[in-house]
């Protein structure tokens, strides 16, 4: 393993983490506009459910963020690819692809839900 393949394997993480926080936006945006239009109770309800299940989301996409570019900074710092062979290392790897496999599968469950509420309220 060396530094170029691991560079690319944590930008690439990074990456996925940056659609994520991208595709919510546009959630947030269509929400908004919805809100503008729609004001009944049970909606606004909904909406601050949705909004607070943003929040969370991006709390989580940017310690993960956080933790991932704390480690590529470890990484570019050591001299030796023997460091990076460390099970230290490729544990921490491992977590966070399994964490943003994780974080990715759910907001995509997440978005398709809310899209097709989006739908039915829309309609």
Known sequence: MNKDIIYKDLDSLLNTLNLIQEEQTVIKRKLS???????PNHFIDWAEEIHQQILNREVALQLLRKDIIALKKTIVQKKSII????NQYVKLIIKYKEQIA???NEFKLWAKVTAEKFDTIVA
């Open 33 to 39: 506009g919805l809100l503008d239009h729609v004001v």
């Open 83 to 86: 460091y990076f062979v460390n």
């Open 102 to 104: 994780y974080l990715e």
